[in-house]
């Protein structure tokens, strides 16, 4: 196109638009020769929000502001259907140098607007349409697969098969076509006035697979998802996702694995096969224990000799389950054997080892089941080596207060016998191996008798007295199976110390030492004697108490119920 055609089409084009311009300003309102079908004008046409949206639009095309008054517009089309507002749709995509629009948009509105546009609006309408085809093109395009969305510039312009050419302004334009299951097809389409083209597409289907490559002896048959593929090395196209496959040769163990190919994907496997292992030989289970049935394995130090000095290597640990402890735990441990008669012997760190004699099946193998007692020294093993970590207990609670006891304030002195004074007491303990920690509360009433007359005080000669002390004892402990010793640890506390109608029974601190032993016959129950030494401060004359204790404790020991239910020795079985 000349540079002089080029001005006579734009000027073409202000004048056509001109009577749009007139048209917009008047209402679009068109003034025929003969109404069209007595319709209303279009400003009293309009009601609600679709009058609301073109007063709006035409607002905003007289402000300039094409793209907004495009949106109202078509906005009151949507709400009344009225097809003379598509004119002034036409006029804002004018402005806005859409011509393809343009055209589209002014065979809708010659289309829809039987009963509303006179001869002279159709003519209007043509016209403008052949002074607006020099600046596009008719595009054919043909699509290979029915059903794909085609759009251009990202506006979706329909679905194949297109029953009509699709309009195009100049320029560059971008084409794209999309359908579920193919690749997307893209091209930029250069579109230079008026000559029709034609755009032929070919949609190639999407194909998800990958390439594999086994690199594999010569004489392996290649295996791909149950079927055979070839032998030696082996290259072909998979689809993607996950395969199985599997290598076999003859006097050779068979390979398998499984893999997964993504698409585009090339995936290399090498295969090495090993010989053929002899013939399986009778399987010998060892569920052995030490210091307790619970079975222990390799990693437990668990070593297995086979007919004097040579070990067996295990060859399967079987594990199972174990919800209170929350963790698997050994259920055997397996050996390969000879069928036949064998010496066994097991060994486990830490506990005594042992010999058995087992008959082993040709198929069906052999078992040998038991426990290895323990080999730790008796100071060191034992249920009282174990103890229960807490414990509770009732004393009997004999206080005798130190000879010639007198408090402060007191004229005279008083003393008792031993045991003079009797109650009881009741404690908690925290223990371990070597050491144990014991909190108290005890209570103990009796009578002293009177000591010195040094005043002239009326006083009895026997007063009742009583002791109500709470204290603190802890010790190294030592432990010969079911008797501890608790030797010499620190005791403190304090206490109340009342001599009736002598004195007013102040607190008093107490200090001393202290040892006893403990005897657990049973697991959970054992009995307690201790003895106290005491300084008691406050106090005139010696300062001292003894206290003495005889009690009965509760202290759960697991480890001593496991020892004493557990059978030791070996036992040899079959299966």
Known sequence: MTGRQLRTGAALLVAAFSVATLSWNAGAQPHPPKPAAAAK?????????????????????????????????????DQSKDPRLLWNVAFCEKNMRHYSRVISTLNRYMAEGNGYLTDKDRKDAQDLIATLQPFTTNATITVSEDGAQISIDDSLVGTSPLSAPVVLDIGERHLRVTKDGFKPFEKTLPV??????????KLE???HEGRLVVNAPIDATLVLDDKEIGKGKVELKVAAGGHQVRETAPGMRPFQTEIVIQDNETRQLDVVLEKEAEAEKPKLRVAVGCDGPEPQGPDDGLVVYLDGPDVLPPVNVKKRWDDQQSRNVVEYVEYSVNAGSHTVRARIPDCVSLDTTVQVDPTAGAM???????????????????????????NLFMFTPGDHYQAHGMPEAYSGGLASTNGGAIEGALVTRWFGLFAQTAFASGSLQRKTYNSNDVLPDTTNFSVVETSMRMSFRLPFNVVTWNVIGPAAGVGQLNVSNVDTGNVSALLGGWTGVDIQPFCDWGATVLGELQGVTGTQGSGAAFTLQVGLFFEPNSRCRRERSTEFGLRAGGK
């Open 41 to 77: 004008p279009l400003a009293q046409a309009l009601t609600g929000q679709a009058k609301a949206d073109y007063e709006a639009g035409k607002t905003l095309a007289g402000d300039g502001d094409f793209p907004g008054a495009l949106i109202k517009f078509q906005s009151a089309y």
């Open 368 to 394: 040998v089941t038991g426990a290895l007692e323990s080999d730790t020294p008796g100071i060191m093993s034992g249920p009282q080596g174990t103890p229960g970590h807490w414990r509770i207990g009732a």
């Open 205 to 207: 289907k999407e194909v």
């Open 192 to 201: 230079g006035g008026s000559t029709a083209v034609g755009v032929d597409v």
